[in-house]
């Protein structure tokens, strides 16, 4: 079509609240205190004015020396032996000195209340500690992974998973976690991309919104919550060549439209705490960033709460090369908005110094009331003991409930990327099953990283254990490794031999393979994305016995597996899906329940399709589907530009019908809603859920458009035969985006809407947003 002129059209606060969806985030409008501060107010509870708190804190740092303030934003770690928990005998000299506000890697009500003693009962002002940890995907009681968990694209589970870790967790004696990490990842080879949500803005926004207040609940007061953190601000997941650490160079509108929303959801969902993260915006590290901390985070977004440094990150200034040393370095971070720095002990060490040479404004220290207020909030002024009751902490973890429900979470993560004539469930004619791969009988991998006081050793159920559990009496299930998944596996054949022999006095084989779980997570960055070891090999080798293969894949990124699935019969990513996985997995195996995941992240052909992400943009010179080897287009030579599976794919054993999507009206203007239909019918034999999806595509703008977008979901359970119309609703604040003037908002034109089971799929219309 010819280009168009456009007006820009500015939006105003009201029509950004669109019923029944997140509408885009006016990511920088100036903060209005009888708008955005009251909604997130309402939203998070903490936010809410108290007078007599404010009498407290106001009276408290009156009496607080300059060491006492600089002591409240620095936050050093526990230590943990063969025995149990301990503290460095310096560590706990500088509580009783009011060297240190808060603490983390200490949990257990026991210890905490250890420690906490010292802080209320041998210090001058009898200021309590502030317990942290890295509370994840569960506590003790483990759910999948984070980017397992977003493939169940079900708010409620994925709030409920976080409202269970949290109880747990405080009733271990913990006040604070930093989770969630809402940092947008389209690069698989980065290691991180377990801990998120996926590609997707929208998907993440709602994710992050969902976990924020799954862990602080709607009152702070209450003993059962903790605060949240929305970590690593801002754009850690663009790390360059998918390497941890590495530098970030991105323009600002990719910022603003899409590494910064899913902050601002968590931002008026009312997260109490920031964390910075260790890569550099814009030539400068995030720690060091006044732009970020202060200009978004606090002025344009109006945060309350306070900003902690990711581990050591005000340190790593240093090497950088944007700070000539830890005095320096912390100084550019406070004046940036830091407001505590973790385990780098330089405010500890420097800050009274910068503050008497005036090179820190003692305004500055006076950050320490954002941490006394969380304190206060927290209920720990009226009892400092309060989340360390070993009798609550021995009746709360691994609650049979809590059990049930990571297995409930667990089976709707679970996603079904192949199923070749109806290969899953398993039949009941199947009498010998073949677990056969290293992640078939692996404790340890069922949790993943990042799995916080998680045993690893005793409580998780292995895929080969639910098995065992499950399959009906008569049946024989039978367990061979066979392979490794350790890099220096790679051209050993020494199981073999045993895995084949196994295979082939088997009715099927379900091959368990995966990554070691220490492969994705922090520092856990790969060049490669092919199962890591022998497996691959392996995996052809029962392809040669005949039998039908059941690949189980558990890992936290986007294998390469083409071969597989080509070869296989049918293949479930499983993640890593925690404590109760082995019996989620047998519960899809068998069909008593009915695969409903979606994928959160594309799945690449091979790692050179990296990055991949359903929402790129057409350049100038796009691929014809109809001429699939034109030269002179933007494709490769040797593999399609399609991915393996899309954004948003998933199957199931049933089948759902969508019928031709309708529109209420062909034009809409600013704040008219336009209302998008589609009947959902389930036509095949099961019952079973779906998630219905909405894309829209912007054809012509200021700048250019991606080629589809995420802008709504509707998860939905239908019984076989049974139809449903699912219907989204869309205004212009849902087609905003940073236009050519780095403004925020929507511009008139031509539009295309779809809706159906995936990115890659639906029914089309289109439509016209005028002036």
């Given amino acids: 079509m010819p280009p168009m002129t456009r007006n ?9 609240m669109v019923a029944g969806t997140l509408a885009p985030t006016q990511l920088f409008a100036k903060p209005a205190a009888s708008a955005s501060e009251k909604a997130a107010a309402d939203s998070a509870g903490w936010m809410r004015p108290d007078p007599k708190m404010d009498r407290f804190i106001a009276d408290l740092m009156a009496k607080m020396t300059l060491d006492e303030k600089v002591g409240q934003l620095s936050l050093l770690t526990s230590d943990w032996d063969s025995t149990g928990p301990t503290i460095r005998q310096g560590y706990q000299d500088d509580i009783r000195k009011g060297r240190i506000g808060s603490i983390f890697n200490a949990f257990t009500a026991k210890y905490t209340r250890e420690l906490q003693r010292l802080a209320v009962e041998e210090t ?26 977003s493939a169940s694209w079900d708010m409620k589970a994925i709030e409920k998973a976080a409202r269970i870790s949290a109880t747990e967790a405080s009733a271990e004696g913990i006040h604070w976690t930093f989770a969630p990490m809402v940092d947008v990842a389209r690069d698989p080879r980065w290691g991180r991309m377990s801990e998120g949500a996926g590609e997707d803005v929208y998907l993440g926004s709602k994710i992050a919104v969902a976990r924020v207040r799954g862990f602080q609940g709607d009152d702070l007061k209450r003993v059962d919550t903790i605060l949240a953190t929305a970590k690593h601000f801002a754009a850690y997941g663009a790390a360059q060549a998918g390497r941890d650490y590495h530098t970030v160079d991105i323009s600002e509108r990719t910022l603003r439209d899409i590494y910064l929303p899913p902050f601002k959801a968590a931002a008026d969902a009312g997260a109490a705490t920031f964390m910075t993260s260790f890569n550099e915006y814009d030539g400068v590290p995030a720690s060091g960033s006044h732009y970020l901390l202060t200009d978004v985070l606090r ?32 100084e550019q971070a406070i004046n940036a908005g830091v407001d505590m720095d973790l385990q780098g002990a330089v405010f500890m060490d420097h800050l009274a110094r ?26 720990l002024f009226e009892d400092p003991y309060r989340y360390s009751d ?13 059990l049930e429900a990571a297995r409930d979470v667990a089976r709707k993560s679970i996603v079904l990327l192949k199923n070749k004539a109806g290969a899953l469930p398993l039949a009941a004619s199947a009498k010998s099953i073949a677990v056969i791969g290293p992640l078939g009988n692996s404790k340890e991998d069922m949790i993943g990283s990042w799995s916080a006081a998680g045993d690893r050793k005793e409580r998780p159920v292995t895929l080969l254990e639910g098995l065992q559990a499950r399959a009906p009496r008569g049946t024989t299930v039978a367990y061979a490794r066979g392979a490794g998944y350790q890099f220096a596996d790679a051209g050993k054949s020494d199981g073999f031999a045993e895995a084949v022999a196994l295979a082939q006095k088997s009715d099927v084989i379900i091959a368990a393979m995966g990554e070691h779980w220490n492969m994705t997570g922090e520092a856990a960055s790969r060049t490669s994305l092919d199962l890591p070891g022998n497996q691959q090999a392996l995996l ?54 009915n695969p409903s995941g979606k994928l959160p992240v594309t799945f ?6 990296v990055p991949i992400y359903y929402d790129m943009k057409n350049t100038g010179r796009p691929i014809k589907p109809e001429d699939p080897n034109a030269k002179y287009v933007s494709r490769y ?30 034009k809409i203007r600013p704040g008219e809603p336009l209302t998008a239909s589609v009947t959902v019918t389930n036509s095949g034999a099961r019952d079973g859920e779906e998630v219905v999806q909405l894309y829209v595509r912007d054809l012509v703008g200021s700048v250019t458009r991606p080629v589809k977008e995420l802008k709504g979901f509707e998860k939905i359970s239908l019984k076989k035969g049974e139809k449903r119309i699912v219907r989204f609703t869309l205004t212009d604040a849902d087609l905003a985006f940073t236009r050519q003037d780095m403004s925020w908002g929507s511009e008139p034109g031509e539009f295309r809407l779809w809706v159906g089971p995936s990115s890659a799929e639906g029914s089309e219309a289109a439509f016209e947003l005028t002036e």
């Fill in 604 to 609: 690449p052909r091979n790692v050179g399709q």
């Fill in 390 to 402: 070993e009798a609550r902490e021995k009746a709360t973890v691994y609650r049979p409930d809590f």
């Fill in 637 to 666: 030579l040797d593999t399609p530009n399609t991915p393996l599976y899309p954004f948003g794919y998933g199957l199931s054993y049933t089948s759902f019908t969508y019928s031709p999507v309708t529109l209420d009206k062909a």
């Fill in 124 to 149: 001058r002002l009898k200021i309590p500690l502030l317990f942290g940890y890295d509370v994840v995907h569960g506590h003790r009681t483990i759910f999948p992974i984070s980017l397992g968990e």
């Fill in 299 to 330: 002025e344009k977004w109006g945060f309350r709460g306070f900003v902690v440094t990711d581990y050591t990150s005000i340190n790593e200034m240093v090497p950088h090369g944007y700070s000539t040393d830890l005095k320096q370095a912390g």
């Fill in 540 to 593: 052809e080798e029962l392809k040669k016995t005949g039998k039908p293969i059941i690949l189980v894949l558990m890992s936290g990124r986007p294998n390469s597996i083409e071969w597989a699935d080509a070869n296989v019969d049918a293949i479930l990513e499983a993640w890593y899906p925690g404590t109760m996985g082995g019996h989620a997995i047998a519960d899809v195996l068998y069909g008593d329940y």
């Fill in 8 to 16: 820009l059209t500015c939006l105003t606060l009201a029509t950004l």
């Fill in 354 to 379: 910068s503050v008497a040479e005036g090179k820190v404004d003692v305004k500055r220290v006076e950050a320490v009331k954002s941490i006394l207020e969380m304190k206060y909030r927290l209920g």
